[in-house]
T-cell receptor, first 113, second 114 residues
Framework: GAGVSQSPSNKVTEKGKDVELRCDPI?????LYWYRQSLGQGLEFLIY????????KSGLPSDRFSAERTGGSVSTLTIQRTQQEDSAVYLC???????????FGEGSWLTVV | AQSVAQPEDQVNVAEGNPLTVKCTYS??????LFWYVQYPNRGLQFLLK??????LVKGSYGFEAEFNKSQTSFHLKKPSALVSDSALYFC????????????FGKGTMLLVSP
């Protein structure tokens, strides 16, 4: 596609439920990032995929968070047993090569009630 | 570890005046530097980047930024601000290795008054 596509754009879930957020990067982009932006906060790095290398999971805040990238393209971020503090915008981004621009999707707005 | 500092939470400027949004960074190796803008309820939009070459980088919507290696700075500038420039601006850095995350500053809110 023309840009990074994320779905759902908005999600309201009950505390304790699991949620899956999807990211479809720009075609041909080998690197994929997930970030979290809480209300009034900056961007918090979550996880980074680069080609076939092992992902950098150093930013995942707890073991309730996991992500996978299938076939080097689409990525899914899963949050298990959601908590209210998980409410945030989850942003996905991708880039083609080492020096190339990183492009962001519009984000998935998650509200845990 | 790499880091970015945006010392101003908010910058206020009158329309037509020049604007500067400050950014300093710390990174091992050579820096790749980026500026992004975020409008309300939207994702991040790319403005400009420095990879190598000329220290003055020109980007979208009339913005430019100057890379200063000795001061480890990458300030965002525009000669004449518009009300429509009002938004949240993020500076970001990564190193020049092929495997590196992008680290963001906390963001600076730019408010341009008519």
């Amino acid at each position: 596609g023309a840009g990074v596509s994320q779905s759902p754009s908005n999600k309201v879930t009950e505390k304790g439920k699991d949620v899956e957020l999807r990211c479809d990067p720009i075609s041909g982009h080998t690197a994929l990032y997930w970030y979290r932006q809480s209300l009034g906060q900056g961007l918090e790095f979550l996880i980074y995929f680069q080609g076939n290398s092992a992902p950098d999971k150093s930013g995942l805040p707890s073991d309730r968070f996991s992500a996978e990238r299938t076939g080097g393209s689409v990525s899914t971020l899963t949050i298990q047993r959601t908590q209210q503090e998980d409410s945030a915008v989850y942003l996905c981004a991708s880039r083609r090569g080492a020096g190339n621009t990183i492009y962001f999707g519009e984000g998935s707005w998650l509200t845990v009630v | 570890a790499q880091s970015v500092a945006q010392p101003e939470d908010q910058v206020n400027v009158a329309e037509g005046n020049p604007l500067t949004v400050k950014c300093t960074y710390s990174v091992s190796g050579n820096p790749y530097l980026f500026w992004y803008v975020q409008y309300p309820n939207r994702g991040l939009q790319f403005l400009l980047k420095y990879i190598t070459g000329d220290n003055l980088v020109k980007g979208s919507y009339g913005f430019e930024a100057e890379f200063n290696k000795s001061q480890t700075s990458f300030h965002l500038k525009k000669p004449s601000a518009l009300v429509s420039d009002s938004a949240l601006y993020f500076c970001a850095v990564r190193d020049d290795s092929g495997y590196s995350t992008l680290t963001f500053g906390k963001g600076t809110m730019l408010l341009v008054s008519p």
